[in-house]
């Protein structure tokens, strides 16, 4: 299949080898682009515990060596992948999603232990930290980058040349609809399948638009969606 991968650059490079290795050609039409903040500033509190939703939350800290000791807890493979490439000691993958992340965490984590620190970007899906401050953390956030809307070139060959889409986040969905709208392309939209991550991407799209939601909402049961 010839798919449209929607995510910002550096998550589209390794989604697109991965499908290629399964035989589909890949067509980058990124949404967004991650532009980091290189002022950030993690304060010198003694977490218990470090979350990310996202890659891009750690692939431009300079992350200090007394965080790389403590617990993290990553929503995916990728974000989980890249806190361990950069050197932290205890990290795992739960949830799949925002609201599994904080299940996980409250049911592991004492709130009386000490500070969550929460790694994040400018504008997320779900709110991470108010989910956890209502199961009682105290939670430090840090935006480390900002995920800013941009237009991929040649929009209307993409989509003619595609069999299908791939949406990971609501963000990125409502982006696309917007965009088939004002390039007066919603009739051409209506023909690809969109492979959503979730159902709360799936609910972004118009009713007749067909669609598959990944059984989980994580990157292995989107690819099972193609085979």
């Known amino acids: 299949m010839r798919l449209i991968i929607t ?3 550096e998550d589209a490079l390794p989604l697109k ?3 290629e290795t399964r035989g589909h050609a890949a067509i980058m039409a990124p949404l967004l682009k991650i532009v980091p903040r290189s002022q950030a500033f993690v304060p010198p509190l003694a977490y218990q515990l470090v ?3 996202s890659a891009n939350a750690l692939r431009f800290l300079q992350v200090e060596d007394r965080l790389k000791t403590v ?3 990553a929503v995916g493979p990728q974000s989980l992948a890249m806190a361990r490439e950069i050197g932290f000691k205890f990290a795992e993958a739960h949830g799949g999603d925002v609201q599994g992340l904080a299940a996980h965490a409250a049911a592991a984590f004492d709130p009386k232990k000490g500070p969550v620190l929460y790694l994040s970007g400018a504008k997320t899906s779900a709110d991470l930290q108010a989910l956890l401050m209502a199961s009682g953390f105290a939670v430090e956030k840090v935006v480390t980058y900002d995920a800013l809307v941009q237009t991929p070139d040649d929009i209307e060959g993409a989509l003619k040349r595609a069999d299908g889409v ?3 986040s609501p963000r990125t969905a ?3 609809c917007k965009l088939m709208v004002s390039s007066g392309l919603e009739r051409e939209a209506a023909a690809p399948i969109y492979y959503c991550l979730s159902e709360n991407v799936a609910k972004a799209l118009p009713g007749d638009w067909k669609r598959r939601v990944a ?3 994580d990157e292995a049961a989107m690819l099972a969606l193609l085979d």
């Open 7 to 9: 995510r910002p650059e």
């Open 17 to 19: 080898a991965k499908l």
């Open 51 to 53: 979350c990310i939703t």
């Open 71 to 73: 617990p993290l807890l």
């Open 166 to 168: 791939l949406l990971y």
């Open 174 to 176: 409502h982006l696309w």
């Open 215 to 217: 059984e989980m909402p």
